[in-house]
């Protein structure tokens, strides 16, 4: 066959997804399942892999499929569980008081507050919260929306304590065989992992601190009573310094710590910092900005909920008290990444399994303690005592999580095999590259040296595929090293643009958008959300596109996988 149509096939399973879920609106639950039947009959018929090495790549895929689920539960829990105790109510309350005017009241909640929801929660939480919390401060539902979708963007790739990273990239590539070319070279897979986790943070850093000034750019010229950008301007310097205060603490905690703190950690310093200075008035515009009155309000910008602010203040908590949880998540995890015997002794605690079914190289393990889920259950336990809860509260919280749970696992018990199974595809009676490979090969030889300033395109195509970072990464990661390799450049360097462009693409996964749409009543409106966020889309891949055809044909980037 020739390499086009083996290309083709190699991506018959991503294209079928795409047609069940973008063009069919067909739910995941029964359109995952089709594709992954499609990846395995493509392995034994097209690729000739053995009906052993697909079922083990299947337990293998079934294995990281439980480290997600662990990680999303946590992070759902700790959300529920400050929900039950009154802590979100008293996160909420607190930011009232700061300021009166819109602009300023988006670039904090939305902004900072959401970038930190990101860090700590991920899987589209930050716009779920956002978006209610807006309408009650009384935002149009379309805008709260709007603002929603625009954060899930540079806090996105260190979501949920890293798991884009930790699990997309770490499944999404053959690590096996990379580690071996490493060690070849005087390198290993840690040092370059944490290269590629750099160079995501520095390319965040760069396109995302203008994301607060789209926002307010945004938010006057769709939604004031004039319709007129340069009502945003007098906010512009606020925003640029609380783009600043976000990404410049999120930029050097990947580049130091690695993967589970640049959102969380850069959302906590920013809004620590940018809340100081609006009480101080500091940069804040000496006129303030409002809506027009409610009742003038196009009904298109109305939601079917009405949310007020008293409802959300029942039970008294101070900040300090209602923000210890996540505090305290955020130092059980600086604390075991940076302090070796303790990161020994979690990581001691593990379900290992080698070489499953006799194949070679295809293994998995699963550290309860060691993986953020285990953290961010102790940081439940504790929360239990230091809100003083009731133990049908702690019930409640673990109760609505384990339902929010089971809907994700089904989805993804067929996701991560399919990946799995694709990666693995190499070894075969054929004789074929493995089927990224392959579909790299193609690709390589069809754009060429300006494939860079696409790459991040075909990420954000991911995430807008399977309304997923994470997935977006272990489907697509492999698939970009390859044209990489092929092109000659800089691997590490593409596969970071992969995860840039995956979380720019949640800014238009229709999975998020219905999501934060739900939580104030604007469902079958999504499209007029899309719409919209389409542009700050489009403008963070270009930019990102433009920084890696500058890193690989300007600044000639390398890694230690181009060393002869």
Known sequence: MSLSILALLAFSPILLAAVLLVALRWPASRAMPLVYLLSVLVALYAWDMSLNRVIASTLQGLIVTAGVLWIIYGAILVLNTLKYSGGMTAIRSGFIALSPDRRIQAIIIAWLFGCFIEGASGFGTPAAIVAPLLVGLGFPAMAAVMLGMMVQSTPVSFGAVGTPMIIGINSGLDTASITER????????????????????????????????????????????????????PAIPFAIFAGFCFTIPYMLTGIILGPEFPSMLGGLVGLSIVTIAAKKGFLVPKTTWD???????????LGTVEIKIEDMTNRAMSGVRAWMPYVLVALLLIISRTVPVVGSAMKSVVIAFKNIMGEAGVSGDFMPLYLPGGILVIAVLATYFIHHMKPRELGAAFSESTKVLLGAGFVLIFTIPMVRILINSGVNASGLASMPIVMAQWMADTVGQVYPAFAPTVGALGAFIAGSNTVSNMMLSQFQFGVAEHLAVSSALIVAVQAVGAAAGNMVAIHNVVAASATVGFLGREGAVLRKTIWPTLYYLVIVGLIAMIGVHVLGITDPLMAK
């Open 182 to 233: 490493l060690v070849a070279v005087g390198s290993n897979w840690p040092e370059y992992f944490r290269l590629i986790v750099s160079e995501v943070a520095i390319i965040h850093a760069i396109t995302g601190t203008i994301m607060p000034v789209l926002m307010v750019l945004m938010l006057t010229r769709f939604f004031g009573k004039e319709k007129r950008w340069r009502d945003a301007f």
């Open 291 to 301: 809506f027009a009155d409610a009742k003038d309000w196009p009904s298109e910008w």
